[in-house]
């Protein structure tokens, strides 16, 4: 059964920092796909936030988060992480890791296959 399972999430004051990590099992072609870390604040739409290739390209991210968030990937460990550094309150949400095949051009939400079920980034003083 493939599945994504996502950690990290925790309640943080502005300017900390959190490493998201998401974990795949019965994937067995993981080093192949593409991966995205989207977020969803109550009340807003999914956003984006980065997308990484099976290589480790980093494909894109988010002009929110862009210099201080970085993702990155240990494909041994079949895991994604998100170092997410400088939180500010407009960080706040469920964030969710996704798995699409190998697109060299992003990770649009209508083309991720498998989505995790989320984890709670809280960030307030």
């Known amino acids: 059964q493939l599945q994504l399972v996502e950690s990290g999430g925790n309640l943080v004051q502005p300017g900390g920092s959190l490493r998201l990590s998401c974990t795949a099992s019965?994937?067995?072609?993981?080093?192949?796909?593409?991966i995205g870390w989207f977020r969803q604040a109550p009340g807003k739409e999914r956003e984006g936030v980065s997308c990484?290739?099976?290589?480790?390209?980093?494909?894109d991210y988010a002009d929110s988060v862009k210099g201080r968030f970085t993702i990155s990937r240990d494909n041994a460990k079949k895991t994604v992480y998100l170092q997410m550094n400088n939180l500010k309150s407009e960080d706040a949400a469920v964030y969710y890791c996704?798995?699409?095949?190998?697109?060299?051009?992003?990770?649009?939400?209508?083309?991720?296959?498998?989505w995790g079920e989320g984890t709670l980034v809280t960030v307030s003083s």
């Open positions: 996704a798995a699409g095949p190998f697109n060299p051009h992003g990770c649009p939400a209508w083309y991720m296959t498998y």
């Open positions: 019965g994937f067995f072609y993981f080093d192949q796909s593409s």
């Open positions: 990484i290739n099976g290589s480790g390209r980093v494909i």
